[in-house]
């Protein structure tokens, strides 16, 4: 009895809110390539100054709905503003920036499956800087390993060709600014809440972007009032998604939501397929979708096993 009602507590407080929040962020592969088409983006510079304008809007969201929910302008306490605009740099400006850039020199199908390396990083780093429910065990690290084997399959069409730094290279480094963001996160909502560091992280990182694209010779070009309504969905998704993501890190182990992650790719070539009428193999999306979900049981079968025994 007492096992069915934690498991309960677990779907309810980390399976339902991290699934939502790769939906999110799965539902933004297409809606980035209408962006593009709406916005006559072309090139990364043009990427990255869409990526900026995006996150910095969903920062302004989440400080809205912060500084009206508590009354008053949502700031982080005065010694923990380095630490926000840190994580701004990170998480928002060096992911997406290295990302972009690498999408540039590579196809989507292998960034994908680059990007499901993230949660292996994420459990190995955790293991060696956070303590607690963090630390690696064969439970986790096989559920890694199901997960992972999900994101391959479900991207394995068109995952050829050759190696290259500024392609690859580039991405890996993306998804590693993402794991590092991730720990990041976890340390600075010990002592700033968490609506109010996504927040701020988002906007800086987003200026961060605007700056960069705008040297780079980025443009965007926007064509009738139906391209707004897209953007504000991706900022609406950024923030939402971003201010969930922060509030499970706060509560629970890293590496424990970590594994959601290879959510993001499954749910990214369904939702493409439904709005852009892409190619789906069915099978395989069914298959990749059983081995994620093994993949996130097996990790979660875990986590209950720790707490017990760390709380004697």
Excluded at 55 to 63: I, K, N, R
Excluded at 64 to 82: A, M, N, T
Excluded at 268 to 278: F, I, K, M, P, R
Excluded at 283 to 295: D, E, F, H, S
């Amino acid at each position: 009895m007492l096992k069915t009602s934690e498991n309960t507590k677990i779907a309810v407080t980390v399976v339902l809110p991290a699934a939502l929040c790769t939906l999110l962020w799965g539902s933004a592969f297409p809606f980035i390539k209408i962006g593009y088409e709406a916005f006559h983006v072309e090139g990364p510079f043009s990427q990255i100054l869409f990526a900026g304008y995006r996150f910095a809007l969903a920062g302004l969201l989440v400080l809205l709905f912060q500084s009206v929910r508590q009354k008053c302008f949502c700031i982080p306490p005065r010694g923990s503003r380095l630490s926000v605009f840190r994580l701004g740099l990170v998480l928002t400006a060096g992911q997406y920036l290295l990302f972009y850039l690498g999408l540039a020199h590579t196809t989507g199908v292998r960034g994908s499956i680059i990007q499901g390396t993230g949660t292996f990083l994420t459990v190995i780093l955790a293991h060696f800087f956070l303590r607690g429910d963090d630390r690696i065990t064969i439970s986790r690290i096989l559920g890694c390993l199901i997960g992972f084997a999900g994101v391959v399959l479900v991207n394995l069409d068109g995952a050829g060709g050759s190696f290259t730094f500024a392609g690859e290279g580039f991405m890996f480094l993306a998804t590693a600014m993402f794991s590092v963001g991730s720990l990041l996160s976890k340390g600075v909502t010990r002592t700033v809440e968490p609506f109010c560091a996504t927040g701020w992280q988002l906007f800086l990182g987003g200026i961060v972007l605007i700056v960069i694209g705008i040297c780079g010779g980025g443009q965007l070009t926007p064509s009738g009032a139906a391209c707004w309504g897209i953007f504000l969905y991706l900022a609406a998704l950024s923030s939402i998604a971003f201010s969930i993501w922060a509030i499970l890190l706060q509560k629970h182990p890293a590496g424990q939501v970590a594994v959601y992650n290879f959510l993001t790719p499954v749910f990214g070539v369904l939702l493409s397929a439904l709005l852009l009428q892409e190619s789906l193999s069915g099978w395989k999306t069914a298959v990749a979708l059983i081995l994620v979900c093994a993949g996130i049981i097996l990790v979660n079968l875990a986590a209950p096993a720790n707490r017990r025994k760390n709380k004697i």
